[in-house]
């Protein structure tokens, strides 16, 4: 079986693991108990969180640790959107088709039910969002912007930090998911100019199930986990020390392997588009050509079942992903491909390929030789 599928999730790396190892067993302790297990769990969190902190350029207290990076985006939006409200008034939310849906239904939800107005950005042909949308959607009621540095399904990676400073020229805050563009792309804070920037764990070869939020100083939040005093009163509950401390040696390791993982993974990311396009009839790029996640391949064929298509490929051996949800009977096309503009007969055949650290040119080649003899074979089924 070969794995092409690392926007998915991502092993966790050896070393990784092996720094986790002590904080299960030997130095099990509570990092809010005042003896000696106690401070020995709060000093691996402190250098977790400051190891975080070298890599985003920031200060160690304006990190937090989450469960996950759908958590640091509901608490980024949900957290930023109440307290700005309650501060001064401010109710209007601005995001775009093409968020995760930890944003989008955080977005929706603050909307239906916590009376919010969301407006969404307008997109160009590659899915990035337009800046100059952002500047005209801006007015003094505006409370916040969401817009993902790279998108997970087409791989477009956005332009952060222009978008950051029109926000701030407009005194509103700008929240970026990073999660997917962690692995590979520069999440220098100063550099991007954000507020808030949500991390997962598992998409750079950490552990699955933490995460984290960078909050610049003096941006209020309201704490959506109440209780103990925990990462600064903003996020309730004894914190998952082994893990905590696998996701920042896992984001350390990304940012200093960045340049080796990026040449590893291009070129055989290049060679899967050029194939594809080539071998494949009625079969298009999606996201940007150049501006794109250095691992990541997506594309949509025209009158093929993408859920088909990733169940023989499955068979084949390789585990891919495509953007439609995966509903029997019933598929619907993916938002972020239909806000593309892609008709139906063309948006319910996606695919994604996302590379990483085991992939090869030998992986490679055994997939491009066999997608378009599947290609076909589901178009024949129809
Ligand atoms: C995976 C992903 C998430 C969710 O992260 P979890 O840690 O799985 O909750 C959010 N946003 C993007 C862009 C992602 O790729």
Redesign the pocket.
């Known amino acids: 079986m070969i794995y092409l599928d690392y926007?998915a999730t991502t092993p966790i790396d050896p070393r990784v693991f092996d720094m986790m190892l002590p904080y299960f067993r030997e130095s099990f302790g509570n990092p809010s108990s005042i003896h000696r297990y106690g401070q020995k769990a709060e000093t691996a969190i402190e250098s977790a969180r400051e190891k975080v902190a070298a890599v985003l350029h920031c200060r160690a207290d304006e990190i937090i640790f989450t469960s996950?990076?759908?958590?640091s985006?509901n608490l980024a939006l949900r957290g930023a959107a109440l307290a700005r409200r309650n501060a001064s008034g401010e109710k209007w939310i601005l995001t775009a088709h093409t968020e995760?849906h930890?944003?989008s239904k955080t977005a929706i939800q603050l909307e239906k039910e916590y009376g919010f107005q969301l407006e969404w950005l307008d997109l160009d042909e590659f899915g990035a969002v337009m800046p100059v949308s952002l500047s005209k959607a801006v007015c003094k009621d505006t409370a916040l912007a969401s817009v993902?540095y790279?998108?997970?399904e087409i791989g477009t990676i956005n332009p952060i930090s222009e978008l950051a400073e029109i926000a701030k020229a407009n005194n509103i805050l700008f929240h970026t998911?990073a999660?997917?563009a962690a692995a590979y792309l520069d999440v220098n804070v100063e550099k991007l100019g954000v507020d808030l920037m949500?991390l997962?764990?598992?998409?750079f070869y950490g552990p699955?199930g933490v995460?984290a939020l960078y909050i610049r100083k003096g941006t209020k939040l309201i704490p959506h986990l109440t209780g103990g005093g925990q990462e600064f009163s903003l996020r309730a509950g004894t914190q998952n020390v082994p893990y905590i401390v696998g996701f920042a040696e896992a984001l350390s390791l990304a940012s200093e392997e960045r340049g080796q993982r990026i040449a590893h993974v291009k070129p055989l990311r290049d060679q899967i588009i050029g194939r594809v396009l080539e071998e494949i009839p009625d079969a298009l790029l999606t996201g940007h050509p150049e501006n794109r996640l250095p691992n990541h391949a997506s594309f949509v064929f025209k009158d093929v079942d993408g859920n088909l298509l990733l169940q023989l490929l499955d068979s084949a051996g390789f585990a891919c992903s495509s953007g439609s949800a995966c509903k029997t009977g019933n598929p619907e096309p993916s938002e972020v491909i239909t806000s593309l503009g892609y008709s139906r007969d063309w948006a319910l055949g996606s695919l994604r390929i996302t590379l990483g650290v085991d992939s090869t040119p030998e992986h490679v080649d055994m997939f491009v030789n066999t997608l378009p003899g599947l290609v076909e074979k589901v178009r024949e089924l129809k």
């Open positions: 926007a996950c990076g759908s958590e985006d995760h930890a944003v993902m790279a998108n997970n998911d999660v997917q949500s997962g764990g598992h998409k699955k995460g």
